[in-house]
């Protein structure tokens, strides 16, 4: 992909944006539904099949095995196509692709993704179907999960292993982290510990209070002294710089404190959430789909990252609900929905180029790795923000 040719395109199709954004939800889960039919007839088999990733020009996926990060995701998508379909097809395949997970549920944590592993996955199922043994499985990866907390730095530990830059042994922290206290709220009030609310609570707090900037862009990792819970430094290992504004970690933010909001009411969760939210659509291009790295100085010759996009889409559209002041409200109603317009666009839909739903997202730029690449979390994301949006046009609640 030329970069610099892919912003003048989307420059002038999206200069011309209305006061509101037209889409339809409706339409564009069908979309999605039918790309997860076309995936679903070119994977071998279940097991260590599950689809994360298709580079540009191949239309063939990148498969891993449960032990990945990002195995959750095409469970989760394929829940999510039962919920917008009801189709068994999708119910049956759901439950085959989340069962590869059950290891996870079994074993000692070897690092924080445990949530979008299994919450993604079990939780969506559970949700949907009330299955009390997908209710067992979150409860005890939660335990799993509630293990690499340290008390004397009030946070969860995200890599429990050599990872560059971390100064292991030291505490590591990831924003990333975030998305996954989800599934400790939820255990709490599903038969779980109180201890779990505790500890996804302590997490956000001193996440909030430790991971970000004057301006409120977040670090994409923070290390503690682990015996003193003292803050060592703020870093990046995806991001651009250190000092640098990593567009999925801010889009980690927004979800992770609007989720942190929901689960608990808590005023500074919902006040956090508006600011990380703030400064990231302040510095949004003008096709509303964020540069891999907001101060990488080859912009625009740099690659975007759409699963950023799709990620704050669906979090701002939980925002929306909560925010009192009704102009703000419609404003990150509309921002999400145009972030959605454009997404679903010729410009950034897979459509016959792959099975994905989505191109033009980047995984590790400094790793070399995922990049200008079809990822399988854009795509949860992206499916998940469409279904939010359509019960929204519906006039329904989100949970």
Not at 216 to 230: F, L, Q
């Amino acid at each position: 992909m030329r970069y610099t040719a892919f912003a003048i395109i989307t420059l002038l199709f999206f200069s011309g944006r209305t006061a509101s954004a037209q889409i339809n939800a409706a339409r564009q889960l069908a979309y999605c539904t039918e790309q997860v039919k076309k995936t679903l007839r070119i994977i071998p088999y279940h097991g260590n099949n599950i689809p994360r990733s298709i580079v540009p020009g191949s239309s063939e996926w990148k498969f891993v095995g449960y032990k990945d990060w990002c195995s959750g995701f095409w469970p989760g998508i394929l829940w999510y196509s039962y919920e917008a379909t009801k189709s068994k097809t999708f119910l049956t395949e759901a439950v085959a692709f989340s069962s590869a997970l059950i290891p996870l549920s079994q074993h000692s944590a070897f690092d924080h993704d445990l949530g979008f592993q299994i919450f993604n996955s079990y939780g969506n199922g559970y949700r949907l179907t009330k299955n009390s043994e997908y209710k067992e499985i979150i409860l005890k990866t939660a335990d799993t999960l509630a293990t690499l907390f340290n008390p004397k730095v009030g946070t969860i530990l995200s890599w429990p292993r050599e990872v560059p830059g971390m100064q292991w042994p030291q505490h590591n922290t990831i924003i990333d982290n975030m998305i996954n206290l989800e599934m400790l709220f939820w255990a709490s009030r599903n038969g779980g510990e109180k201890r779990l609310y505790d500890i996804a609570f302590s997490h956000a707090e001193v996440t909030m209070k430790n991971h970000f900037r004057p301006d409120y862009s977040a670090y994409h990792a923070v290390i503690y002294d682990r015996e003193t819970g003292k803050k060592i430094k703020g870093l990046t290992h995806q991001g651009y710089a250190d000092n640098s504004m990593w567009a999925r970690g801010q889009s980690w933010a927004i979800y992770g404190y609007t989720m942190c909001f929901r689960e608990t009411g808590n005023a500074a969760f919902l006040e956090f959430a508006q600011k990380v939210s703030d400064v990231y659509l302040a510095k949004l291009p003008a096709d509303e789909i964020p540069y891999w790295d907001f101060n990488d100085p080859s912009i625009p010759n740099a690659p975007k990252d759409a699963s950023s996009a799709a990620v704050v889409a669906s979090g701002l559209l939980e925002l929306s609900t909560f925010v009192k002041d009704k102009a703000k409200s419609q404003k990150y109603r509309r921002a999400a929905t145009l972030m959605l317009a454009s997404l679903s666009s010729s410009a950034y839909q897979s459509r016959n180029k792959n099975s994905a739903f989505l191109l033009h997202s980047t995984g590790h730029k400094p790793n070399g790795s995922e990049i200008d690449t079809s990822i399988i979390y854009a795509d949860y994301y992206y499916i998940e923000a469409l279904l939010r949006l359509e019960k929204l046009q519906k006039g329904m609640k989100l949970n």
